[in-house]
């Protein structure tokens, strides 16, 4: 589960040390220092080349350094050795002063005996003159690449690059340098002593929204596009991209295909959903429908702004003349009626853009696919068709649903990992998604251990315990019945919904079962089927259907799953109960008619089991670009 050795090469050239680079940069990863074990004790002396972002920075001014010795008459060596320190270092002041007596003449040549004249020494007018260097200063910044949690320390002298360049949070560079001890022993293992600098990135301190340190989380969502630089987020994505790894490693090794589903769909997967509808139907409208009173009175509308102007500057002459009255009188009545008539078109034309959202009055039939079309509220009816043909298959991906509600747990988009079964039944499934939600946790822990104790430190201390507690025990396995008898003797707590046999177990609930009552995550089966989708198999109770939910603690429904009705009699049934147009569904009976079979499956919620392992409480903290009810930035 570590990072494959392929990613990191050794790389020797004839011009420079033994480097550790990356396969497809010439840079290092900061995780192959930081991260090596010893904290990178073992590459001290190595060269480098590293880019990152600038987390914080401080800056040490040099003491000024002291004046050089006197000679020592008649001693040759300390002649010799001044002259091997003269050559060596010689500032900027000293090369300014060696230049007094040319600047002396230029001063005298331009200011005559003026300069002689005053009393002031021509060496403190030469002194205000000339510009002081600034004094000498290491920089040290904490800088990140993203590669992991810890940053590195990157020392820079002020020869190479002005500090102001450098310093301000969210800088890039990249340098070149070799690694090092730090002269003060601290939280640091390695420091890089920069020797070339490569690239700088600069950033508008004013402008730039992570310049305050510690933006609250809200906050970062409205700058989602450079949120990630945060450590917290950068964490939070980490263990995203892990899980993915893992999902997709889970089933794999367990002989699932993986299949993609359409976004696009002409079916409503549970037939109930709040869909967004997909159209180009608008667009249209605009370039071809009536959409202005000139076409329609074939008024032209800035030919009659074109004419206020002209009138109005005739009204301007009229007035400064003063010889005709009744003329000026006749054009200002004119003006106003104008101003009138176009204000009255541009309220018609308004009126005019305006789309319908009246579906049953849209022609779809002149849509881009000739009916009407979703973005998909769920893959599993497609998933079915290839568990039909392929036995399991799982699909990874983008789900939506145009609920228009906040809610902590819920965003129009959101990624779903779904997966069909075939030859198997309810008991198949539920077993399948408690291996599955189990191999997660245990992978995370053991993956993404240095992300994990930042989290447990920044958001939530529990974490690391919640996810051992997983691993380690059975989930509680109770049908909606006994959910409810279970909930109906809380006293304690009044729900926000009645419970009553028959009525959907809310959020509310079902997350008062799995963090008070069972304190584990929990599975809730053989639910009444009117509160399920129209295809989840009837139980031979008459009254429910065989589908299940899991919840844990923490993040609430992480799964929901069930066995899907083979029977095509019993679809049809369910079809026509819940009035569903049965157009739409025609291509999922033929998988009835042709070839049926018994089989299960369920959805995950990706985003909820980032919650879940981080802590975090809001869905829209753990998406790369949430999009929710009246914001979708970029």
Known sequence: MAASQEEIALTTTAATPVTLTW?????????????SGDGGLGLVNERVVIGGWVKTSKEVKKEPMPPP????????????????????????????QSR?????????VLGG??????????????????????????????????????????????TLVSPSKIRPIGTCIMVEGVLKQPSVQGKHAVELKVEKILHIGTVDHDKYPLSRKRLPMDMLRDSAHFRPRTTTVASVMRIRSSLTHATHTFFQNHGFLYVQVPVITTTDSEGFSEKFQVTTLFDKREKEGPKTAKDIEGVN????????????NKVEELKRSESNREALIAAVQDLRKTNELVSHL????????????????????????????????????????????????????PRFRAEKKESSKHAAEMLMVETEIAFSQLEDAMKCADDYFKFLCKWILE??????????????MTCIDRLQSVISSSFEKITYTEAVKALEKVTEKIFETKLEWGVALTAEH?????????????????????????????????????????????????????????????????????????????????LRRHGTVKHSGFSFGFDLMVLFTTGLTDVRDAIPFPRSLGKAYN
């Open 69 to 96: 010795p006197a000679d020592v008459a008649g001693d040759p060596a300390a002649t010799s050795s001044k002259e091997k320190e003269k050559e060596k270092d010689v500032s900027c002041v000293e090369i300014l």
């Open 510 to 590: 079902l997350s008062y079962l799995a963090d008070e009552i069972y304190k584990r995550p929990v599975i809730v089966y053989n639910y009444p089927k009117a509160v399920k989708p129209f295809y989840v198999r009837l139980n031979d109770d008459g009254n429910t259907v065989a589908a299940f939910d899991m919840v844990v603690p923490k993040s609430g429904t992480v799964i929901t799953g069930s066995q899907n009705e083979e029977r095509i009699d019993m679809l049809n049934t369910r079809i026509k109960e819940l009035g569903l147009p049965r157009e739409q569904y025609e291509w999922y009976l033929d």
């Open 301 to 312: 509308l800035d030919i009659l702004k074109a004419s206020i102007k002209e009138k109005s």
């Open 113 to 158: 005996s003026a300069g002689i004249s005053n009393n002031v020494p021509l060496r403190e007018k030469l002194e205000a003159l000339v510009p002081k260097p600034p004094p000498p200063s290491t920089v040290f910044l904490q800088v990140s690449d993203g590669s992991c949690v810890a940053s590195l320390q990157v020392v820079v002298e002020s």
């Open 346 to 397: 541009e309220s018609r034309d308004k009126l005019l853009q305006a789309p319908s959202v009246k579906t049953d009055k849209v022609n779809f039939s002149e849509d881009f696919f000739s009916r009407q079309t979703y973005l998909t509220v769920s893959g599993r009816l497609h998933l079915e068709s290839y568990a039909c043909a392929l036995g399991n298959v799982y699909s990874f991906g």
């Open 447 to 460: 993956d993404c251990s240095k992300d994990l104790e930042f989290v447990s430190k920044r958001i939530d």
């Open 23 to 35: 396969r497809y940069s010439n840079r290092v990863l900061l995780k192959t220092i930081l991260e």
């Open 100 to 108: 007094i007596p040319f600047f002396r003449t230029i001063i005298r």
